[in-house]
Structure formats: C-alpha cells, structure tokens
Nanobody, 119 residues
Framework: QVQLVESGGGLAQAGGSLRLSCTATGFTFRSNAMGWYRQAPGKQRERVAVISIGGSTDYADSVKGRFTISRDNGKNTVYLHMNSLKPEDTAVYYC?????????????WGQGTQVTVSS
C-alpha cells in the first residue's frame, strides 16, 4: 500500500525559507518521478515541481528561481527547498508521483503539510 508522509511545513515570513520532506513507501521510489503539489483555499491543486528518475527537474513558473526539488533514493524521500517565500505560496503542500496525481482519487494523496507565509 502506497503511503506518502509530508512534513516540514509551518509559518514563515515573506522572504523566508522552509524545507519540506516527503517519505514514500509501498512502491519502488527510485523507479518513479516525484512531484510536489499544492492547494490553496478555494483553488484547485496545482503542480509545483517535478523531478525525474534521472534527476531532471521542472517547475511551475510561479516558483522558478525560488524553489528547488531534490530526491534521496536511499531514503525514499523527496524534498522541496523553498526560498524567498511569498504570501501567495500559502497552501497545503503534497507530494506524489505524477502518474498517481493524474487520477481523481482523494485516497491517492497523503495528509499534506501546511505552509503559511505572512506578509
């Protein structure tokens, strides 16, 4: 059974930094691309960043140059380093494989971690 456990969120001031972690179990982590997603109140969930099996990365325009996604296959963990935070980054952040994220299945997601950025 796939389990995704996100952590590292919290309250930050604008311009500050946070590092999110997501530990995944129940599938072969190193054989899957991984992504970070976020959902702000009243908005649809959006993709923030993706890292491929080989380490290639892609980012939403809104976070390019500020966020960095990385992975540690030995720890089955994907990270999101967030710098220069803005109030509009406030959301619940989730990790998932891009494949699973494409399904309309609430049970495919973990509990997420709340990030709140104050101005």
């Amino acid at each position: 059974q796939v389990q995704l456990v996100e952590s590292g969120g919290g309250l930050a001031q604008a311009g500050g930094s946070l590092r999110l972690s997501c530990t995944a179990t129940g599938f072969t982590f190193r054989s899957n691309a991984m992504g970070w997603y976020r959902q702000a109140p009243g908005k649809q969930r959006e993709r923030v960043a993706v890292i491929s099996i080989g380490g290639s990365t892609d980012y939403a325009d809104s976070v390019k140059g500020r966020f960095t996604i990385s992975r540690d296959n030995g720890k089955n963990t994907v990270y999101l380093h967030m710098n220069s935070l803005k109030p509009e980054d406030t959301a619940v952040y989730y990790c998932n494989t891009p494949f699973r994220a494409g399904f309309d299945r609430p049970d495919y997601w973990g509990q997420g971690t709340q990030v709140t950025v104050s101005s």
